[in-house]
């Protein structure tokens, strides 16, 4: 699978997977800490901001969310800084510190409003790490024909990571508590112990293998912003930016399932272990196929599995609405099932839902990569990272609004985003690697 793969891109997937292990856990771990008890919501639940109830599941995707909107906002400051300094390594080595630290306090608060701040500390040190970590992905790359492959393999890693992460933390909390030397130790305990391990593993890797590298006169442009409109007048609008609006609306598709967990579990009449299996599906999906897609669309090109992509995006995101619930009158329907038609249901529309992201994430950070200045791998980047954790932070939030219209509505919601990122795609965005020098050069840069 990474055979021919540069050593520093295998190193930088290895201390991504190692880092998105914790975090992954943290997605799975914070909603049940604060639905256990261990945090005090007390006066919160049924109270409203700005006329909006405060539910337990709005409040849980709120501390989800906090996390994606710093990384995403934070994102374009630090790609553009990271650009200007060629300090990368730095970045990723704060970033992780950050992150680390963060997760070592969250046994230590008990009020909603410090768990909130922690998560807002993590989210931080997401921004500094992941742009300067993708650019450095895509300056190690010895021309476009490895990018895609190159990102196939990260990504691999990185969603081995993020993948498993939910199904052991799943089996951490249920085998806890743990006798050891110091005390007992709980279930939440351990889990936020692997967090901060993850990110020391990764800190570690990245200080003992990775260097910057080098680096011409070029320099990122002095302002923060980004290209809405094509600036060639090919299109409407510039294909960075399409990428980015589609991203973003893959990752709301993404994110919608882990703040139901209650709604679904009820619903399927499941535990956590297959809820974390069904929540991982799509990463393991994603791992399956992200290093043969990824190569494939340096070989084929990267808008024909763009499309691909996004059409069955649409389809699998809004079978996941429609699952039958294990009720007496849907088991005599399907007795060949034997009981389990809605958790198997469910999980094939997750492996379906995965696919469909494998199709999409390393061939649009590949195109992305293609268009990229030189010197401006962290700006250009950071537009596609800062939309995937913008829509992971949006996606909770918003599943947790919309399932009060019913329980398909999120999914319906997150389908209909997608059909929205085909047509943007098939209609927007040209293929890159014919015709990447011609998309860039024909606009005159300032200075």
Not at 7 to 24: E, P, Q, V, Y
Not at 231 to 259: S, W
Not at 397 to 402: F, T, V
Request: hydrophobic fraction near 50%.
């Amino acid at each position: 699978m990474v055979l021919g793969t540069d050593r520093r891109i295998l190193t930088l997937a290895l201390a991504r997977m190692a880092d998105a292990l914790g975090n992954s856990f943290l997605i799975i771990v914070l909603p049940l800490y604060i639905e256990s008890g261990e945090v005090d919501v007390t006066g919160l639940v049924g109270g409203s901001v700005l006329g909006v109830e405060l539910t337990l599941p709005l409040l849980v995707g709120l501390v989800l969310s906090l996390f994606g909107f710093l990384n995403s906002f934070g994102q374009p400051i630090t790609g553009r800084i990271s650009d200007r300094t060629g300090e990368r390594r730095r970045f990723v080595l704060f970033g992780l510190a950050l992150f680390g630290v963060a997760s070592a306090t969250y046994p230590f608060v008990s009020s909603y409003e410090a768990v909130l701040l922690t998560r807002a500390f993590q989210g931080l040190g997401a921004a500094f790490t992941i742009p300067a970590t993708i650019a450095l992905v895509n300056e190690f790359a010895a021309s476009d024909t490895e990018r895609g492959g190159n990102f196939g393999v990260f990504n691999t890693f990185r969603l081995v990571g993020f993948g498993f992460g939910p199904i052991v933390a799943g089996v951490v909390i249920q085998q806890g508590p743990y006798a050891t030397p110091a005390g007992r130790l709980s279930g939440f305990d351990a889990a936020f112990g692997i967090a901060v391990l993850g990110a020391a593993v990764s800190f570690l890797l990245v200080t003992l293998l990775i260097e910057d590298p080098d680096r011409t006169d070029a320099a990122a442009a002095e302002d923060l912003s980004f290209d809405v409109f094509d600036p060639t007048g090919r299109q409407t609008f510039d294909p960075v930016f399409v990428l980015g609006v589609g991203t973003l609306f893959m990752a709301i598709t993404i994110a919608l399932f882990a703040t139901l967990q209650d709604t679904i579990t009820a619903r399927l009449d499941e535990g956590e272990l297959l809820f974390s299996v069904q929540f991982a599906a799509v990463v393991i999906a994603n791992v399956l196929f992200q290093v043969p897609i990824g190569r494939a669309s340096d070989r084929y090109g990267r808008k024909p599995f763009l499309l691909a992509g996004f059409a069955l995006l649409v389809p699998s995101v809004a079978l996941q609405g429609y699952v039958p619930a294990l009720t007496p009158g849907i088991e005599r329907a399907i007795p060949t099932l034997d009981g389990v038609a809605g958790p198997g249901l469910m999980l094939v529309a997750r492996l379906l839902h995965g696919v469909a992201v494998a199709l999409v994430f390393a061939p649009a950070l590949a195109l992305a990569g293609d268009l990229a200045r030189e010197g401006e791998s962290g700006t250009t980047l950071s537009v596609l990272t800062m939309a995937f954790g913008l829509g992971v932070a949006i996606g909770p939030l918003a599943s947790g609004y919309l399932v009060r219209f019913g329980f398909p509505t999120p999914f319906v919601v997150g389908a209909g985003l997608a059909a929205v990122g085909l047509v943007l795609t098939y209609s927007q965005v040209e293929e890159s690697l014919s015709d990447t020098l011609d998309l860039r050069d024909a606009v005159p840069q300032d200075d």
